[in-house]
């Protein structure tokens, strides 16, 4: 018990959450926003995984990361695109319209694996390439915060300046007024002239942005490779985040690194003479309970209380 | 007279299932006059709002605004040249603020990408000054009163500039007092030039207020007149052909029994700390309606969802026939004799998708005439279908049609079916008549009499003035969660002293309140 | 003819297969060396042998089970996709019992799979109970669930059950009285087919006759409705989550039981996710789930064929599914038409 005490208190420890949370985080951001306009985007974990494979195979064939992570970007965004013509043009159920795309994203990188590659498994044999790390100059220096904010991949600084940017844009832009009022009440949004599926288009796109950010980091930052199903839940967990935040952009972001410090811990229990299959669970466990708790928590809100 | 500022020419609409809401309706409006428009419900006098306001797009016919040809896609296009809509039911963001609600969709804007929030409070302040409205801009919208969020309305519509202002039965949720001080107003804008056009279906308040009136009947124009023109008797005759003014004395008979059927006794319930309900005591004999009158919001919805159990309620007990109910579920409830006609019928009363003869049975499912050993009796159910849609003439092809192919007046006649067939002591009806055609309307009061008539105790809860006043024998009036009022005789009130009551202005002492528990 | 509701939803599907399959095809001529082979392999191959069509019912029936137990889930509203781990967790308990020694193999295979249903209905009962009593969001849970028994069950394999002798994950042998005979000589249809028809006919009569059924199916409908009307909302939960889990585990036990000689599963088998894909494509309608089962059965049979003679992998056939899908939950997908055909029917009878 001491020793995962020890280890928890390194830096080290404080970097592989930021390491480990960046995937969750924007998941929890895409999640946000398109839960803000009144959708409720199942399908991140297949934006994810689409946005993970099109880029790092993107990268391989152009030698250039940052156009993979451009074709990143636009994958997730076409995944979103075809999400919002079937939910709201054609008025699929958007659940059930979710998970269909992440059943067809979880299928069609794999098709697509190995008729690229020949392997149904990982896409390691091609030369991808990767983002690059960023060594933050005077950061750097500084005894334990460097060690912890310092040399992470570029799309983890992009992470907390995408928090940023959502907030600014939901309180203090027309747009986010917008979409907050499309999202409470569609009917009276629509009776003043907002454009209802226009703004909850835009919402869904800026979602599929944010998820494909999320899977980039997957295959060019966290690993620099696709593999099979690889963002293995992350996008649910950042939905998971989402709902326990209540609606604050900074509740959803704590609650994310709340994630990203038990899917540390499950790296970092890995050392230990445990059995691997139970460790592996940590992260579930950790999201299975908080969710729980957080609606018992609600459950006792919302009902009166006695005399 | 005035320039034409509005001109419809022959605006037929025929919806896409075939029903035709307007046919061949021509009229004018003119600048700076108050124009009704009244006719029954259904008469087509919405339908022929929203084509204005580009909501509804007319199957033919044309529209001159400001002397161009006009037809507006949308509600945009509308606003944007200056006509403005206040809907029947409200169109505001409750968590936002006032100001929010006011700007939304036309927000004024700092370093181009910001909105400017301190500009947005200023404005709508200055927008309320001018316009003689007294409100606090920054409060949440939920935390308003009905009148003052129907100011935000109006407010809205004048943030963007509307010339022309369409408010459908802006009168209906209102007291008479409140109704006074909206005539003020929209006199004070005609005065500043604006076109107000305002429908409704009480002619009395039609005479008040309007320069010209014009009739809609059954989805045609009747003719446009001036206001010294037209009497009252002259426009129900055009309005349906037959007395418009129901009264229901001729079917009651006078009950000998007395025995009280419902009471309750000191409920309360509080919400975030604000108090919702307030010690609530009353009883009902059986074969007898309680009116509960009282403007929206005053905590009538929470009684009654209160009381049929589904949602909480702090302390209190309620009885039916002595036998203590309160702490039983919906269906213990229901088994001991209480039945619900719900406010919403499409969120509550009906399920749709199914048919209308599962929606006829809901309430009692679980009889014993309906099931078999394991099975439901699928013929029985249908025998009792084709019972009660024949019993309450619920015009349908079969009991097997889905539920939502039915009209709005012939959906809530299933409710009202379903509910009375379950066999209540007590029934409790909210708002049983709402947004339905009056035919409709009139055969479920009968049918109301008609159980009072066979000794059920019924709680009548309504914003439409009317209808309790109607319906109801006694009648008690709620303010902010409390009873403030009871009479004993509905017959002896007057609109205007209820009105006093509804507002708060006035309240009863406690030894006329304690009269609502029959002791 | 389009106004009639029943054919209408016909056309949409027919309208909506067509559509994938076109887009399957464009992506063969991308992809593939020889489009025409592999489409026509795909399409067409299944009905070729009997062994083929066989493989088409072998795999219809765990997606049925699946597609059965989400579809009822569904009917009441609750997106819960943990059948996939519920498949999984049963599997493995499926092998603890399969390879105990028991004397008859009568009663061996019913007494494992119902114990694999009893604990797929107990592990059930657990998202359940937090949505009924808390309302606790379903879908997380249950997905979160599913990496949860994934772990248990690999490590419960791993340390109580490998088979030393053999490479991976891997149970013990099943006992032979615990199998599952073979009913259909030259295919591998087992006993399983039986109980799965024995399962659609329970759930039809349950559903459209019972007033269990119509609570489930009013609730699905309106909620609020129910709850007016007096149903009780916790206890239909958790029956629900109960039967629906008991079918998974039911199905997991008859697959393992009737295909394989030992557990194998070193992942999540994937089932369960398609069974929600057959609930949706089945509109949540046993004899639906059952159809579009064997549709896609079909359709994966003939890819898998196509895999093993051209460069095309099986996994084009999420493309079709994914498609259809997506297309039959539309409810505006060919409205147009349908609404059409609706006026000038209402116009033929007013005149």
């Known amino acids: 018990m001491l020793d995962v005490l020890n280890i928890m208190l390194t830096p080290e420890f404080g970097f592989t959450v930021i390491r480990v949370v960046v995937p969750i985080l924007f998941a929890a951001l895409a999640a946000y926003i398109a839960n803000s306009a009144g959708i409720a985007n199942i399908a991140i974990e297949g934006m994810m995984l689409m946005a993970a494979f099109v880029g790092t195979v993107t990268s391989a064939f152009t030698q250039n990361a940052w156009i993979g992570f451009l074709a990143a970007c636009l994958a997730g965004m076409i995944m979103a695109a075809i999400l919002s013509y079937f939910t709201l043009i054609l008025k699929t159920n958007n659940i059930l319209g979710g998970i269909a795309l992440n059943l067809f994203s979880s299928s069609f990188t794999v098709f697509l694996l190995f008729i690229i590659t020949g392997s149904k498994g990982t896409s390691a044999t091609l030369s991808a390439r990767s983002l690059p790390k960023v060594t933050i100059p005077i950061l750097a220096d500084i005894p334990i915060l460097g060690r912890i904010f310092s040399g992470h991949n570029v799309l983890a600084y992009i992470m907390f300046a995408a928090v940023i940017l959502v907030y600014l844009m939901m309180y203090q832009t027309p747009l986010g007024l917008r979409m907050k009022a499309v999202g409470k009440d569609p009917h009276a949004a629509e009776s003043v002239g907002v454009n209802v599926k226009q703004i909850k288009t835009i919402a869904l796109l800026l979602s599929g942005l944010l998820a494909a950010l999320g899977g980039a980091y997957m295959s060019m930052g966290y690993l620099s490779f696709f593999t099979q199903n690889m963002t293995a839940g992350r996008g649910f967990i950042g939905l998971a985040a989402e709902a326990m935040g209540m609606g604050n952009v900074w509740l959803v972001t704590l609650t994310a690194f709340l994630f990203g410090m038990f899917d540390a811990l499950s790296n970092a229990l890995q050392l230990f003479a445990l059995p691997s299959e139970i460790i592996q669970t940590i992260p579930y466990v950790a999201v299975f309970v908080g969710i729980v708790a957080y609606s018992i928590y609600e459950y006792r809100r919302m009902k009166i209380k006695g005399e | ?519 | 003819m389009l106004a009639n509701e029943r054919i209408f939803e016909v056309v949409k599907m027919a309208a909506a297969v067509l559509l994938a399959l076109i887009l399957t095809f464009v992506l063969l001529l991308i992809f593939s060396a020889q489009p025409l082979e592999s489409f026509s392999k795909m399409l067409f191959a299944p009905l070729t042998k009997v062994r083929y069509m066989g493989n088409v019912i072998e795999t219809m029936i765990p997606l049925s089970f699946a597609g059965l137990a989400t579809a009822l889930l569904f009917r009441t509203k609750l997106f819960n996709l943990g059948t996939e781990g519920i498949f999984y967790f049963c599997g493995v308990v499926t092998a603890a019992v399969a390879t105990q020694t028991m004397s008859s193999a009568l009663i061996h295979p019913f007494v494992t799979i119902l114990i694999s249903g009893l604990v797929g209905g107990l592990i059930a009962l657990i998202p359940g109970f937090f949505k009924a009593k808390y309302n606790t969001n379903e879908l997380v849970t249950s997905l979160m669930m599913n990496s949860i028994l994934f772990g248990l069950g690999l490590f419960i394999i791993k340390n109580f059950m490998q088979a030393l002798d053999v490479p991976g994950v891997a149970s013990h042998l099943f006992q032979a009285t615990a199998k599952l005979p073979v009913i259909i000589p030259s295919t591998r249809i087992h006993f399983g087919i039986v109980i799965l028809i024995v399962t659609v006919i329970a759930l039809q009569l349950m559903l459209f006759h019972t007033k269990l059924g119509y609570t489930i199916r009013m609730t699905g409908l309106n909620k609020n409705f129910a709850k007016y009307s007096g149903m009780n909302a916790f206890w239909l939960f958790l029956v629900v989550h109960f039967i629906s889990g008991f079918i998974g585990g039911v199905g997991s036990s008859v697959e393992l039981l009737g295909m394989y000689n030992r557990f194998q599963w070193s992942a999540l088998p994937g089932l369960g996710f398609t069974g929600a894909l057959m609930a949706m494509l089945g509109r949540n309608h046993p004899v639906g789930v059952v159809a579009a089962a064997f549709a896609i059965s079909y359709l994966r049979t003939g890819a898998d064929i196509m895999a093993r003679t051209t460069d095309v992998p099986v996994e084009i056939v999420a493309v079709v599914e994914a498609v259809v899908v997506l297309f039959v939950s539309s409810q505006y997908f060919l409205r147009k038409y349908h609404e059409r055909a609706l006026i000038k029917k209402g116009g033929e009878q007013h005149a």
């Open chain 2, 1 to 519: 007279m005035s320039e034409i500022i509005l001109d419809l020419k022959d605006i037929t609409k025929i919806y896409s299932n075939g029903v035709v809401a307007n046919r061949n309706v021509s009229v004018d409006f003119r600048k700076g006059e108050i124009h009704s428009i009244v006719g029954e419900n259904g008469a087509g006098k919405s339908t022929l709002m929203k084509i204005i306001f580009g909501i509804e797009h007319a199957s033919s016919g044309t529209i001159t605004y400001r002397g161009k040809p006009t037809q507006f896609h949308n509600s945009m296009e509308a606003i944007l040249n200056g006509i403005g809509m206040v809907h029947q039911h409200f169109m505001l963001i409750d968590d936002f603020s006032v100001a929010e609600n006011i700007v939304l969709g036309m927000e004024p804007k700092q370093k181009r990408f910001f909105l400017n929030k301190k500009e947005a409070v200023n404005v709508t302040k200055n927008l309320a000054k001018k316009y003689n409205f007294d409100m606090d801009v920054t409060q949440r919208v939920s935390r308003l009163t009905v009148s003052a969020k129907q100011k935000v309305e109006i407010l809205k519509t004048l943030y963007r500039d509307a010339e022309v202002i369409i408010l459908d039965e802006p009168t209906a949720v209102l007291t008479p007092q409140e109704t006074q001080a909206l005539f003020d107003n929209l006199k004070h804008f005609k005065n500043m030039g604006h076109t107000i056009l305002f429908i409704s279906h009480k002619l009395n308040e039609v005479k008040a207020i309007s320069d010209r009136i014009t009739i809609m009947q059954n989805g045609e124009s009747r003719g446009t007149f001036n206001n010294e023109d037209i009497t009252i008797e002259q426009m129900t005759e055009l309005i349906v052909g037959r007395k418009v003014s129901l009264s229901y004395d001729d079917f009651k008979f006078e009950s000998d029994r007395d025995g009280i059927a419902f009471k309750v006794e000191g409920l309360n319930l509080t919400k975030k700390g604000i108090p919702i309900l307030k010690d609530i005591r009353f009883a009902i004999r059986e074969g007898e309606i309680l009116g509960v009158a009282g403007v929206q919001g005053n905590g009538q919805s929470e009684l009654v969802q209160g009381l049929v159990g589904l949602a909480d309620i702090n302390s209190g007990k309620w009885f039916i026939n002595d036998q203590d109910i309160s702490s039983l579920s919906v269906d213990q409830k229901r088994i001991h004799g209480l039945a619900y006609i719900p406010e919403d019928r499409m969120k509550e009363g009906v399920a749709q998708g199914a048919t209308v003869a599962e929606n006829l049975i809901s309430s009692y499912y679980r009889r014993k005439e309906i099931n078999g050993p394991i099975f439901m009796n699928d013929k029985a159910i249908g025998k009792v279908a084709s019972q009660l849609i024949q019993m309450f003439s619920v015009r349908t092809k079969n009991y097997k049609s889905k539920i939502e192919s039915l009209s709005g007046g012939n959906i809530q006649k299933v409710v009202v079916a379903r509910e009375t067939n379950t066999d209540p002591k007590v029934m409790i009806a909210e708002q049983p008549t709402r947004g339905i055609d009056i035919g409709s309307a009139e055969f479920i009061h009968k049918q109301l009499i008609d159980m009072r008539n066979r000794n059920v105790a019924i709680l009548l809860v309504s914003a439409d003035l009317n209808e309790v006043m109607e319906v109801s024998d006694r009648l008690i009036v709620m303010y902010e969660g409390e009873i403030v009022a009871h009479f004993d005789r509905t017959k002896d009130v007057g609109e205007m002293e209820l009105g006093l009551y509804m507002l708060g202005v006035k309240r009863q002492d406690e030894e006329s309140l304690k009269r609502a528990s029959l002791c």
